[in-house]
């Protein structure tokens, strides 16, 4: 029911950023909360960032505040994190996801719809 394309993922030296972007189909996208979750190599799942379906509340995890920003363009049917100041612990597969509720995403890392997953690695 909810295609999640990401994009934007890619190799770079730390200090640089990188925008990410994450395209939904488009009749469903302004109805669910979005966010970003990545995986670290050899290491789990953690929430990185989320948005709400009116885009009215933001979550960010400790480690990305200051440096991460997540966005939609409901007329483009499409999230965005924008990383600056990439350091290498940011190096994993960043995957996109998709909730009917906002806490679901927050409190339980869970989601309804996930996307395939772009590759973001930083080198020291």
């Known amino acids: 029911q909810v295609q999640l394309v990401e994009s934007g993922g890619g190799l770079v030296q730390a200090g640089d950023s990188l925008r990410l972007s994450c395209v939904a189909s488009?009749?469903?996208?302004?109805?669910?909360?979005m966010g970003w979750f990545r995986q670290p190599p050899g290491k789990g799942r953690e929430l990185v960032a989320a948005?709400?379906?009116?885009?009215?509340?933001?979550y960010y995890t400790d480690s990305v505040k200051g440096r991460f920003t997540i966005s939609r363009e409901s007329d483009k049917n499409t999230v965005y994190l924008q990383m600056s100041s990439l350091k290498p612990e940011d190096t994993g597969a960043y995957y996109c996801?998709?909730?009917?509720?906002?806490?679901?995403?927050?409190?339980?890392?869970?989601?309804?719809?996930w996307g395939q997953g772009t590759q973001v690695t930083v080198s020291s």
């Open positions: 948005i709400s379906a009116n885009g009215g509340s933001t």
């Open positions: 996801a998709a909730a009917t509720v906002f806490s679901a995403i927050v409190t339980m890392k869970r989601a309804d719809y």
């Open positions: 488009r009749s469903t996208f302004v109805r669910y909360n």
